[in-house]
């Protein structure tokens, strides 16, 4: 049976928007199909091994967190340069997305770094953007919509190198200004997006965990229908209370 090795990176210190949630998706679309999985969480002082996992995981956290795992990161960012390179998949979340990125400029002017896997950067704003999001997302030249929460003050622009996840059809996104939200580049993934995010977006879900496969297999799956049905459903109540028809 092919094990999918999942890292979960700073459990304990970024896990404010229902990280575990995620994982747990990830979790049980892998056993449903007949993959087992390991979760191996890495918390600071931690070494990041780049040849050991197929996808990497990093969630959200407050301020003070954030500013504490920057700079552990730093330690490991030649790794996790590596990893990104060797095509490992990286979902980063809210304040994930942010670190992912060259760096985070807060309010008082200090600088965050980030470990720049993500071709952005990012700045606080002078509100934060909160409500329901929608967007129209496109990976591999595929669309579908999908659907979340986001409550951040950042305000990120993404440069040449990345692209965005989708189109805002409800929200506010990356900055507000521009209705893009969030970045993929190769194969790695920033998202403002929360709530958590996979439960209510399979689709979503089966595209990392289809990327993790042939990272792991070196060949691409035919992923198995599931039935989705709940899942769809929670999306379009989603959908309905961002005021918007599906």
Wanted: glycine content about 12%; charged content about 20%.
């Amino acid at each position: 049976m092919t094990e999918i090795r999942i890292c979960h990176l700073y459990p304990k210190e970024m896990n404010i928007y229902g990280d575990r949630g995620n994982i747990a998706v990830l979790q049980k679309r892998l056993e449903w199909r007949g993959y087992s999985s390991s979760i191996t969480p890495i918390s600071t002082g931690d070494d990041f091994n780049p040849t050991i996992f197929d996808l990497c995981y990093l969630g959200g956290g407050q301020d003070r967190d954030q500013m504490l795992v920057a700079y552990d990161l730093q330690k490991k960012s030649a790794a996790i340069h590596s990893a990104a390179k060797d095509g490992m998949v990286f979902l980063w979340v809210c304040g994930g997305i942010q670190l992912a990125g060259a760096g985070y400029t807060d309010s008082d002017g200090r600088r965050i770094p980030g470990v720049g896997i993500l071709d952005l950067d990012t700045s606080a704003g002078k509100s934060r953007l909160i409500g329901d999001l929608v967007l129209n997302a496109e990976l591999d030249g595929e669309t579908s919509t999908l659907v979340g929460y986001e409550n951040h003050a950042g305000r990120t622009f993404l440069g040449p190198d990345a692209t965005p996840l989708g189109s805002v059809l409800k929200g506010h996104g990356n900055n507000g200004a521009d209705q893009t939200e969030g970045a993929v580049q190769e194969r790695v993934i920033g998202t403002y997006m929360h709530g958590p995010i996979l439960p209510k977006n399979p689709w979503l879900a089966d595209k990392l965990l289809t990327w993790a496969i042939e990272h792991n297999t070196g060949e691409i799956p035919a992923l198995s229908s599931l039935d989705d049905s709940l899942e769809n459903l929670a999306q379009q109540v989603a959908i309905s209370r961002a005021g918007m028809k599906r």
